[in-house]
């Protein structure tokens, strides 16, 4: 396997510094070329000084000077804002975009990758549920690689290796189920950030944690199996799986099932995706059997977790609904994680946003992203941000 030039996109959050240690840890496979944040300038300038990328972007145009000083002399350059993403993302200076950048603001810079022919290690599912149409067309006809980074959506991948996507027959999606696993309504009621931040078996980011929590991260990934599969939403279950040893199967028309396990452990995914579609030898923690003792699974409780319900029906009203659904999250959790909102009234949030922004059955680009900000508006209206 030949050297690999990477550009991380979203490089300060979770799967950006599992990525780093992936690619820390085999030198001689991949380069870092390309880094990319939002806000945190301390982190992105250590990355840079530590990896010696061509180029960082930091995201908040406010802080480019402080960037640009911290790393004068370095050689590396430093662009800023929304626009530099995109541009970034059009050079030619890398072979992998990893699109880790959180939410809906990862699209615009995936995009340009695929026009531009990279392959792409899709870890930003927002992508594919606010306009999954258009990134798959655009993908096909760049001949694109779009290997997913979400240990659901890689496990599938990596049972579909050498298979006919004809023959599935489901797609088994597992969750942990969460912090709040068996929890009912009177006592999530209570819930504060500190509680739904604490996952008892994956490390991540502020947002997909409360995602996870919600279970709103499950319904936001069928949408996306829904786009990287091409199956339909009766083609695609949920199943709550509390070790997360499974990270997902296929079950294919003759009956037979292939499932992908493992430890809970986000740089396996991310090595894939880095090398595909050859493998290499990792030191990360291997699974013993005899810890857990037992594989377990169970239905969702889609009647306390109704998030997991609305991105069902979005995935079923399809349009430009699950761009509502996700933008009126977005806010909602980021309201949450502010204590504007309760754990529950985020559901109420979204649930009003998908009844009150306009549907349209066959939207543009465009439409996306006008869709995006009238829900992101109106959401963000009901909690006074």
Not at 225 to 230: Q, S
Not at 255 to 277: E, H, N, W
Not at 287 to 299: G, M, R, S, V, W
Request: some cysteine; charged content about 20%.
């Amino acid at each position: 396997m030949s050297k690999r030039r990477i550009a991380i996109f979203g490089s300060t959050g979770s799967i950006g510094r599992q990525t780093l240690e992936v690619i820390e840890a085999n030198p001689s496979l991949f380069s870092v070329e390309i880094l990319t944040a939002q806000n945190n300038v301390e982190l992105l300038v250590n990355q840079a000084l530590r990896y010696g990328p061509k180029i960082v972007v930091i995201g908040n145009e406010e802080k480019y000077q402080e960037v640009l000083q911290a790393l004068s002399g370095t050689g590396i350059s430093v662009a800023s804002g929304e626009q530099a993403l995109e541009d970034t993302a059009g050079l030619d200076i890398y072979d992998t975009m990893i699109a880790a950048i959180v939410g809906f603001a990862g699209l615009r810079p995936t995009l340009k990758a695929i026009e531009n022919g990279k392959t792409i290690g899709l870890a930003n599912k927002e992508t594919l549920v606010v306009a999954g149409d258009i990134v798959m067309k655009k993908a096909k006809e760049h001949h694109v690689h779009l290997v997913p980074v979400d240990s659901e959506h890689s496990a599938i991948f990596q049972c579909m290796q050498g298979e006919d996507y004809k023959k599935i027959d489901r797609i088994i999606l597992t969750a942990s189920g969460g912090p709040f696993l068996g929890r009912k309504p009177n006592f999530l009621v209570n819930v504060k950030r500190e509680h739904a931040l604490q996952h008892p078996n994956w490390s991540m980011g502020a947002k997909i944690s409360v995602d996870s929590a919600t279970l709103m991260n499950k319904g936001l990934e069928m949408i996306e199996a829904k786009w990287l599969f091409d199956v339909t939403l009766q083609q695609i279950k949920v199943v709550i799986h509390p070790q997360s040893i499974i990270h997902s199967m296929v079950e294919f028309e003759d009956g037979s099932m292939k499932a992908q396990m493992g430890m809970p452990d986000m740089r396996v995914p991310i090595q894939y995706a880095l090398t595909y579609p050859a493998r290499t030898r990792s030191n990360f923690p291997r699974y013993n059997f005899k810890d857990p003792a037992q594989l377990t699974f169970d239905e969702p409780d889609i009647k306390t977790f109704r998030n997991l319900f609305l991105a069902q029906k979005a995935l079923e009203t399809g349009g430009n609904m699950p761009c509502i659904l996700n933008a009126a999250n977005e806010i909602a959790v980021y309201a949450f994680l502010k204590n504007r909102i309760g754990f529950l009234e985020m559901t109420e949030l979204i649930e009003q946003a998908m009844e009150k922004i306009p549907f349209i059955q066959n939207p543009t680009l465009n439409d996306y992203f006008e869709s995006d900000a009238e829900a992101r508006t109106f959401a963000a209206s009901l909690v006074e941000i």
